[in-house]
T-cell receptor, first 117, second 114 residues
Framework: GAVVSQHPSRVICKSGTSVKIECRSL??????MFWYRQFPKKSLMLMAT?????????EQGVEKDKFLINHASLTLSTLTVTSAHPEDSSFYIC?????????????FGPGTRLTVL | AQSVTQLGSHVSVSEGALVLLRCNYS??????LFWYVQYPNQGLQLLLK??????LVKGINGFEAEFKKSETSFHLTKPSAHMRDAAEYFC????????????FGQGTTLQVKP
């Protein structure tokens, strides 16, 4: 149980285009989902927290107009990187938490490798 | 300020040797503590977690960790390393008041030599 999937697993795009990454909780309803970014040989940096049906909460320094997050259902959250540039190339990981009141366990997706040419 | 620190970005052990990965946190209130493992090009897998119950926590793959409040530590151990344990290990903390938000340590790369 508690499986989180991401699609696509890797994507290559041209500079200036937009890319959408999906994060799905396959066997539970996720009231909260998180989006992380991981640079090579580095730790995970939380980008934003999204709650189903409401606006995402972005961490300081993360451009909300650049990284659009939508959490329209209890099993799906999407991250859209708009007007991507080479510096946006990274490994993006989502996680989902099944409990609204005690979000002490996050289940992570397998990640999406984004390369912007 | 609330923070989490992993001492040693790279740890190398021989197969069969003890594994010790260090994690310290900075907080006046004991947080929830987690250890995750990441294999190359994959997401994170939960090894174990401490949520104010037993201070010695047993996880998957033979790993365990002990919460020591006096030392503000949550070190990860395994008595005997296996080649398949080679991976990146992250200590993570959820501080009181930060709903669901995890703060990750810098990560420790575990190398297991034959």
């Amino acid at each position: 149980g508690a499986v989180v999937s991401q699609h696509p697993s890797r994507v290559i795009c041209k500079s200036g285009t937009s890319v959408k990454i999906e994060c799905r909780s396959l066997d539970f309803q996720a009231t909260t989902m998180f989006w992380y970014r991981q640079f090579p040989k580095k730790s995970l940096m939380l980008m934003a927290t999204s709650n189903e049906g409401s606006k995402a909460t972005y961490e300081q320094g993360v451009e909300k107009d650049k990284f659009l997050i939508n959490h329209a259902s209890l099993t799906l959250s999407t991250l859209t990187v708009t007007s991507a540039h080479p510096e946006d190339s990274s490994f993006y990981i989502c996680s989902a938490s099944p409990e609204q009141s005690r979000t002490d366990t996050q289940y992570f997706g397998p990640g999406t490798r984004l390369t912007v040419l | 300020a609330q923070s989490v620190t992993q001492l040693g970005s790279h740890v190398s052990v021989s197969e069969g040797a003890l594994v010790l990965l260090r994690c310290n946190y900075s907080s006046s209130v004991p947080p929830y503590l987690f250890w995750y493992v990441q294999y190359p090009n994959q997401g994170l897998q939960l090894l174990l977690k401490y949520t104010s119950a037993a201070t010695l926590v047993k996880g998957i793959n033979g790993f365990e960790a002990e919460f020591k409040k006096s030392e503000t530590s949550f070190h990860l151990t395994k008595p005997s390393a296996h080649m398949r344990d080679a991976a990146e290990y992250f200590c993570a903390v959820r501080f009181s008041g930060n709903t669901g938000k995890l703060i990750f340590g810098q990560g420790t790369t575990l190398q297991v030599k034959p």
